[in-house]
């Protein structure tokens, strides 16, 4: 089994890179956008907005067709129905056409995180489950920073249009190896369920109620400061002068820092705590932005990179709970519940913030952002029982 595992593990890894990619290329592209198309704050967030809101509306229902007809064929439908909305973008015309065109992107996306978490949980339901998917999540930010770095320099080149045209050909192909791919590795299938085992558990099949409600509310709020963040920190950066070659790479500079984390912040785990280590994460996470909102330039992009690893560290600590709070027959309706959650806060978050940046400024914003994400201290309280209790992987 541990080659075989290690191989879906690739495969759900590579899938993850490349979706990640995806996103966060949007955060590149915004600046770029609002200027060409004379965008206000608050339609620079919808944009935002419109794509993680279509990821937040399919997470569900991809968990639940996913145990009916198994994950392979809605990853490469998913990947397939993003791309092309890539491709199409490049011919936008102005707001509206970008608006639904990365709604429908978003929604092929959605399929992503649910379907890939749940197949690695599955090869690895024997043991080091947590470590395998804290491998997941570390593929998915090496796409963001070597994509979002990429594009950004390829954008300033040729132009945004043909850079996420050609991004979007790269994920058609790719589209089409996945269903290939995860059947010969005998992963992704309908599940057939033995008579003998019984009725799969009712509902979602969510053993600790109170601590999933808290592990979801920790992370809704860490996922719209990160978004949040992501969204205006461009628009702060080009106001230091820098260029549209340099954002790419300060972007990088964050994802790079958001990948280390996502192990370092599972090492810190093991040794103090998940309690102590989100909170020194999010700590960390407001103290580094509003340096970038009050620093100058330079010192501004020395921080990205331990800020990124504060950034996303947290999540990392936060995804392998959710696997011991679901009873294995209900992990793909239990990671679609909670992405959907949590990826709607990331939807409504730019959004909400582009209103206050449109009314107060950007610096404001941005050091409003900084100070919420301090408000999952005292959720962690109610988080501690759960995350106190054996792993069990």
């Not at 794509?51 to 064929?73: D, K, N, V």
Request: net charge positive.
């Amino acid at each position: 089994m541990r080659p075989r595992s290690r191989a879906i593990l690739g495969a759900a890894s590579s899938i993850h890179f490349l979706h990640d990619g995806f996103s966060e290329t949007l955060y590149v592209f915004l600046p770029l956008w609002a200027r060409e198309f004379g965008l206000s704050f608050a339609q620079v967030g919808l944009i935002r907005s419109a794509y993680t809101g279509g990821m937040s509306l399919f997470q569900i229902p991809a968990g639940f067709l996913a145990e009916r007809f198994g994950e392979r064929w809605l990853l490469a439908a998913g990947t397939a129905v993003t791309a092309l909305g890539f491709v199409a973008a490049g011919a936008a015309g102005g707001f509206a056409s970008l608006l639904v065109l990365l709604l429908a992107a978003g929604l092929g996306s959605g399929v992503q995180h649910p379907l890939s978490s749940s197949i690695v949980a599955k090869a690895y339901e024997g043991g080091r489950r947590r470590t395998a998917l804290g491998t997941y999540n570390f593929s998915g930010d090496v796409g963001k920073a070597g994509v979002a770095a990429a594009i950004g320099l390829l954008a300033g080149v040729i132009g945004w249009r043909a850079a996420g045209a050609a991004y979007g050909l790269l994920g058609i192909a790719a589209a089409l190896l996945i269903v290939p791919l995860l059947s010969r590795l005998g992963a992704g299938g309908a599940e057939v369920r033995d008579a003998a085992a019984g009725p799969p558990p009712s509902g979602w099949g969510i053993r600790d109620g109170r601590g999933f409600s808290a592990l979801c509310a920790v992370g809704m709020i860490d996922n719209a400061t990160r978004t949040g963040f992501l969204t205006f920190m461009p628009f702060i950066l080009i106001g230091k002068d820098l260029g549209v070659g340099g954002v790419g790479l300060a972007f990088g500079l964050v994802f790079v820092g958001g990948a280390t984390g996502k192990f370092v912040c599972g090492v810190v785990a093991d040794r103090v705590g998940v309690i102590r280590t989100v909170v020194l994460t999010e700590v960390a996470t407001t103290l580094g932005i509003l340096t970038v909102v009050a620093a100058p330039l330079p010192l501004a992009l020395a921080v990205l990179m331990p800020l990124g690893i504060a950034l996303n560290g947290t999540s990392s600590v936060l995804y392998g709970t959710v696997a011991d709070l679901v009873s294995p027959e209900r992990r793909s309706r239990g990671y679609g519940l909670y992405y959907t959650l949590t990826i709607a806060a990331s939807a409504m978050a730019p959004t909400v913030w582009g209103v206050i940046g449109d009314l107060a400024g950007v610096p404001t914003t941005l050091t409003l952002v900084g100070v919420v994400v301090l408000a999952t201290i005292p959720l962690c309280l109610a988080l501690r029982p759960a995350v106190t209790a054996p792993a069990g992987a």
